[in-house]
């Protein structure tokens, strides 16, 4: 069975760090482009970041470019989205996903073919 398993959120202050971990099981994550997706409540699903398999090449979210960084260990077969210096427009719940273009990293949630639950992530003083 083909699962993405997202990990590693809470509630943390602004300005704090957190990491997200997604790990996959029954595939490689090594032949997919990653992304991580974050969704608030009343919005729409937005592309946070993503990271592809053919160069490593990455794509960032003008919001958290700077702050947020994304990173697999194929060994692992997981991907990491380390996030620091949290603000309270940064809470959300997380998703990562998966998709067979490998070389190619989209920023549109429609073309990703596996999905994770999701973990939420809430920034509060």
């Known amino acids: 069975q083909l699962q993405l398993v997202e990990s590693g959120g809470g509630l943390v202050q602004p300005g704090g760090s957190l990491r997200l971990s997604c790990a996959a099981s029954?595939?490689?994550?090594?032949?997919?482009?990653i992304g991580w997706f974050r969704q608030a409540p009343g919005k729409e699903r937005e592309g946070v970041s993503c990271?592809?398999?053919?160069?490593?090449?990455?794509y960032y979210a003008d919001s958290v470019k700077g702050r947020f960084t994304i990173s697999r260990d194929n060994a692992k077969n997981t991907v990491y989205l380390q996030m620091n210096n949290l603000k309270p427009e940064d809470t959300a719940v997380y998703y990562c996903?998966?998709?067979?273009?490998?070389?190619?990293?989209?920023?549109?949630?429609?073309?990703?073919?596996?999905w994770g639950q999701g973990t939420q992530v809430t920034v509060s003083s």
């Open positions: 029954g595939f490689t994550l090594d032949y997919y482009a």
């Open positions: 990271i592809n398999s053919s160069d490593g090449s990455t």
């Open positions: 996903a998966a998709d067979k273009v490998y070389y190619y990293c989209s920023n549109y949630a429609h073309e990703y073919d596996y």
